[in-house]
């Protein structure tokens, strides 16, 4: 089966002279990552299309996965881990790139930095489009590419050196190393050179029945160890994210639900599933009818997809205050519209990956995740065995944006290294990857707005519909959240939303950065501009008028005695608003079919679970020889919980965050920190570090009778506590250790105090809200209908910054995802499975993007922070819409904004 074109080919790599016997079709990707040892080459599409396996041959970027590796034969291959070793201009790149957080999950970094070393050789001091150009090629789903094109240019880097670290300081992220060396670990980085090989056989069709044929003559015919049907899952043959909707079977059973689902799988060594063709796998397949839309799906006589939940109707969530019938009825002005929004893909640049072994009967799964525990919950049940025989270790995770918070390879892993006993892994193919897992909900949205004669808002009613997909994932915590946030962060007394889920044979959707709340933003804040127009207001001070403010309730009935950001948000973009309209008043003064646009847009999103618990455990200890450990669980998917962690901790305890050695998130060593999710880490997480801290601290200052505010001073060996000009040193090795290693320990938990909702939707749902408020300039082509923006300014209430610079980095990240949602991200099962066809912004579609830091502290958070994750996105389309009707008076009602789309709105409402 090994089939060998040349019995060696010989090249330099890193310097190096290498040697190997490439197979038919190998790629040069497959043959540096799996051959040589070169794992510091990453692979994110095998297509061409994302960069991330960016090397140099012969000093020319090369993508890897496109290049046959025979064509190598005699060339200088260098990869980032050799630049950065051997060269002082990678190097200098790296430490650049450390200096502005320009690696968050760090997946595309060897791409990014591979392609930029190539143009610092050519051009030491490249302009802004040279850096564009050269990294053209290369696609960051993490960053908004600002921070990258800064460390390229060689511009002040953002991080401060602090000796401390603590709350406040803008360090550098203290994992950033292995990510510009190519050191760091993803889920495809893991596995031992044995592992076999697993293929998952998934369904083409959207709905059908199937049979499968003669297994075990498949199995001798293909020389395979394994295959797996729903007849091997040991357990529970469904996994899910909520209880009362874990649905998904890990294998289909006789009936798929959706194009892409999983029916069995294939277990062979890596040389046989090489050549493995799925096609011949004996599976008949009988098409049945589909509905794809919400409208077929709710249809009478439509197909079923789960026989509970009548009408496809998968469950609703329900918010009413005050009389809304009656508010609108009065209003002096209403404005309305229907709103629509499609799939979007995470498009994250690391597919899901990862591998299992059994050790000592135990089974090990290594994988990218957003949720260890969960994963531990979901592998428990699905193969009903102790939770004790299983454990998790989270990789590197390039990449999450909500969708790895579901389980996707880690049954299959499990399941194969149970029955073969042998070490297994598997690695998406983009397209399997783009099929089969969550999305964004696509939503039809029906809403009013009414507002008196002075401007102040009298009555919103909200009617959504979200496209769940075969499965429930996430949707019933869409279907919960849309609710309480369709308001946007206005003070809305008279107010009514009802959000569904909508079963379809499409992907489940589940959740991705906002669960819902960005769909609602783009019609609450589009009706806006048009309700501040017709009463002639000024768009920005409409919302001001409207803002929430502390002591005013949500439409939860939920009253905050501080920290309400909103208003000071929305203040904050003021200067940048008067600016940005007169030049754009200036751009338009002539009569070229450019015009330019100005939009603004605010969001609220509430962190953590909606009134359920949502609990998170830090552990710390410190060892003989003075080192202090941090168990951090909260998975950094690159947002930079592993840095933020631990500046609280290192604050409570009053260490400098040097000090601190840090330990992830495996499931055997670390407790649950919860989920990387609903913007929950540095709010829930954060406060249990800073009780661990806390706690930490008391113990230590205890040992030595001293005061709260006595120093402690951890050294080799020992701890000393100053506290005037006493100074006590405790002896660790004096002290009794424990079976983990540590002559002091502890653990603390924060649970987010939060109160039901009621029938109406009245009540707590939410501890901390954060706050946010987008300014888009924008210009359209008005003959091509394109638009290309020109910048942003935004400005977040974050309560107390942790880290500033983390901070840019998030969002200037959700405005590139934003601006891709508003403009030209939409999935289509069958037609946009590859990051081909399927468009995310590109560097050269990145305005500058200004962002402003407000602070209004918060109750509850760790020293007053606030999460942030979710609300980087919210308001960046409707910011997007708003600024495209600024600029041609139409306002779109259908996301993406395509060029067709806004020149047929165009060609409608009577543009030339
Ligand atoms: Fe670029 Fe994550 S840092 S994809």
């Not at 600024?883 to 306002?891: E, L």
Request: aromatic fraction near 6%.
């Amino acid at each position: 089966m090994d089939k060998r074109v040349d019995a060696e080919t010989m090249f330099r790599l890193n310097g190096r002279d290498v040697r190997l016997a490439p197979r038919v079709g190998e790629r040069l990707s497959e043959a540096l990552r799996e051959r040589l040892g070169a794992r510091d080459v990453k692979v994110g599409c095998n297509a061409g299309d994302c960069g991330a396996c960016t090397v140099l041959v012969d000093g020319a970027p090369v993508c890897a996965c496109l290049m046959p590796a025979q064509q190598a034969a005699g060339a200088e291959v260098e990869t980032l881990a050799g630049l950065v070793a051997r060269e002082p201009l990678a190097a200098d790149l790296a430490r650049r790139f450390e200096g502005q957080g320009a690696a968050q999950c760090g997946i595309c970094t060897p791409g990014m930095m591979v392609s930029a070393v190539a143009l610092l050789r050519e051009a030491p001091r490249p302009s802004e489009g040279e850096v564009m150009d050269a990294l053209g090629g290369v696609l960051c789903r993490c960053t908004g590419y600002r921070k990258i094109i800064d460390a390229v240019m060689g511009r002040a880097p953002g991080a401060v050196v602090d000796a401390d670290g603590h709350m406040g300081a803008a360090i550098e992220k203290l994992d950033g190393r292995v990510k510009v060396t190519g050191a760091e670990r993803f889920g495809d980085d893991v596995a031992t050179a044995d592992a076999l090989v697993i293929k998952v056989i998934r369904s083409p069709h959207a709905h059908a029945r199937f049979v499968l044929g003669d297994l075990d003559g498949f199995a001798t015919r293909e020389g395979v160890e394994a295959v797996l049907t729903a007849s091997d899952v040991p357990g529970v043959n469904l996994f899910g994210t909520i209880p009362g909707f874990v649905d998904q079977p890990v294998f289909a059973e006789g009936v798929a639900r959706f194009r892409g689902e999983a029916v069995a799988a294939v277990v062979g060594t890596a040389e046989v599933m090489a050549q493995f063709d799925p096609a011949r796998f004996p599976v008949e397949w009988e098409v049945l009818p589909d509905v794809q839309g919400m409208a077929e799906a709710m249809a009478d006589g439509a197909p079923q997809l789960h026989v509970a939940r009548a009408g496809n109707v998968m469950c609703g969530g329900f918010v009413a205050h005050g009389d809304v019938g009656a508010a609108l009825e009065r209003a002096h002005v209403v404005a309305e519209g229907e709103f629509e929004t499609g799939f979007v893909e995470h498009a994250y640049i690391e597919p899901e990956a990862g591998f299992a072994q059994v050790v000592e009967g135990r089974v090990e799964v290594h994988a990218c995740t957003q949720a260890p525990v969960m994963d531990l919950d979901t592998l428990e049940q699905v193969l009903g065995m102790e939770r004790a025989r299983i454990r998790v270790v989270p990789t590197a995770t390039g990449g999450g944006f909500g969708s790895k918070l579901d389980v996707s390879v880690q049954p299959f892993l499990a399941i194969a290294a149970l029955k073969t006993g042998r070490p297994v892994r598997i690695t998406y193919e983009r397209t399997e990857s783009m099929q089969s897992t969550t999305k964004r909900h696509p939503s039809r949205m029906n809403v009013r707005i009414g507002a008196d004669a002075e401007g102040r808002i009298s009555g919103l009613r909200f009617d959504g519909i979200f496209n769940t997909g075969a499965y429930a994932s996430w949707g019933p915590t869409v279907a919960n959240r849309v609710p309480v946030h369709a308001s946007g962060p206005y003070a809305v007394a008279d107010y009514r939303a009802e959000a569904k889920g909508i079963h379809t044979h499409c992907p489940p959707s589940g959740a991705f950065r906002g669960f819902g709340v960005p769909q609602a933003a783009v019609a609450q804040e589009s009706l806006f501009d048009e309700l501040a127009d017709r009463l002639g207001i000024d768009r920005l001070e409409f919302r001001i008028r409207n803002a929430l403010a502390n002591g005013v309730p949500t439409v939860c009935g939920q009253v905050f005695a501080q920290g309400v950001g909103i208003r000071a948000c929305l203040e904050a973009l003021r200067p940048a608003w008067q600016a940005e309209r007169a030049k754009a008043a200036q751009v338009n003064a002539g009569d070229g079919p450019v015009r330019r646009g100005v939009g603004v847009a605010a969001g609220w999103y509430g962190c953590g679970n909606t009134s359920l618990p949502n609990p998170s455990t830090i552990k710390a200890g410190v060892r003989a020889d003075g080192r202090i450990v941090l168990h951090q669980g909260a998975a950094d998917i690159g947002q930079g919980a592993n840095t933020v962690i631990a500046q609280i901790f290192a604050t409570a305890l009053g260490v400098p965050v040097s000090r601190l050695d840090l330990v992830g998130g495996d499931t055997d060593v670390t407790p649950d920190a919860g989920k990387t999710s609903a913007s929950r880490q540095t709010f829930v997480s954060g406060n249990a570090a800073r009780l661990a801290g806390e706690a930490l601290r008391a113990q230590i200052l205890q040992r030595v009778n001293a005061g709260e505010d006595a120093v402690i001073v951890p050294g080799e060996g020992g701890v000393e506590v100053r506290e005037g000009a006493r100074a006590e040193r405790i002896e660790l090795a004096t002290l009794e250790t424990d079976a983990e290693g540590y002559v002091m320990r502890v653990a603390e938990s924060y649970d987010p105090p939060t109160k039901p909702l009621d029938a109406n939707g009245q009540g707590e749902p939410y501890a901390q809200f954060g706050y946010a408020a987008h300014l888009c300039v924008l210009e359209v082509d008005t003959k091509l209908g394109t638009v290309k923006p020109v910048k942003f300014v935004a400005a977040h209430d974050v309560g107390h910054a942790v880290n500033p610079l983390l901070i840019e980095g998030q969002v200037e990240g959700g405005i590139a995802q934003g601006m891709g949602m508003a403009l030209m991200e939409e999935y289509l099962p069958g037609r946009t499975e590859n990051l081909h066809d399927y468009l995310i912004p590109t560097v050269g579609d990145m305005p500058p993007v200004e962002t402003l830091i407000i602070e209004e502290p918060d109750a509850h958070g760790p020293y007053g922070a606030k999460g942030l994750g979710e609300h980087v996105l919210i308001p960046t389309a409707p910011s997007v819409l708003n600024a495209i009707r600024d600029a041609t008076g139409v306002q779109m009602r259908r996301l993406p904004v395509t060029p067709g789309r806004l020149k047929a709105a165009m060609g409608e409402a009577g543009h030339a």
